[in-house]
Structure formats: C-alpha cells, structure tokens
Nanobody, 120 residues
Framework: VQLQASGGGLVQPGGSLRLSCAASESINVMGWHRQAPGKQRELVAVISSGGRTFYRDSVKGRFTISLDNAKNTVYLQMNNLKPEDTAVYYC??????????????????WGQGTQVTVSS
C-alpha cells in the first residue's frame, strides 16, 4: 500500500491544522504516529474502516481522526495545538481486518513524514 500524506506546516499555539493521507488501495485500519526530536515515536490516533477510534490521552478532545472509505483517505484534524505537538507525523495503514484493541495494531505500511511545528 502506498501512502501519500499532506497538510503539515507551521502554526501558532492554539491554532489548527488538518493532515490528510491517501492510500493507494482499500485498507481496514489507518492512523498516525509522530516522532519529536530526541523522543520515541508514539501512536497518536487510529481509526478502523468500521469507525472504531483510538486517541492517545494527550490529544483527546483536541484531535479528531476520520476516514473516507470511498477515497481510502484518513484525516487528522488538530485543534488547539500545543508546542509539544511539534513532531514529524507519519501516516500508517493496515490492509487486513483487525478486531483487537486499536492501540496494539501492527501497521504494514508507512507514509513519508510530514512536519508539524507549533511555535510562536
């Protein structure tokens, strides 16, 4: 599966950005990881084709993940951004159906990273 992500950029604290990621074929689970300089990669949000979602605690209430199954495209709406959200965001995807907890999904496909910088 090829993944094409877009939408990163520079935004002031409190601002918003929307990331998009289009998959080249039908998938069952898509999500976003991020990695800040000097820090471990972390799972941000995940969504299944059936609509189940997962968010890491630090983004709950601020980020919304959605999936357009017809377009094989996942979106991450990020509101009230904070400097600690600064990272390279990676789109991820899994073709096979997954019924387990979404925070334990193993993703087989990774997109190129897109930089999100939150700074005044």
């Amino acid at each position: 599966v090829q993944l094409q992500a877009s939408g990163g950029g520079l935004v002031q604290p409190g601002g918003s950005l929307r990331l998009s990621c289009a998959a080249s074929e039908s998938i069952n689970v898509m999500g976003w990881h991020r990695q800040a300089p000097g820090k471990q990669r972390e799972l941000v949000a995940v969504i299944s084709s059936g609509g189940r979602t997962f968010y890491r605690d630090s983004v709950k209430g601020r980020f919304t993940i959605s999936l357009d199954n017809a377009k094989n495209t996942v979106y991450l709406q990020m509101n009230n951004l904070k400097p600690e959200d600064t990272a390279v965001y990676y789109c991820v995807a899994r073709k096979r159906y997954y019924s387990g907890s979404l925070d334990t999904v193993v993703f087989g496909s990774w997109g190129q990273g897109t930089q999100v910088t939150v700074s005044s």
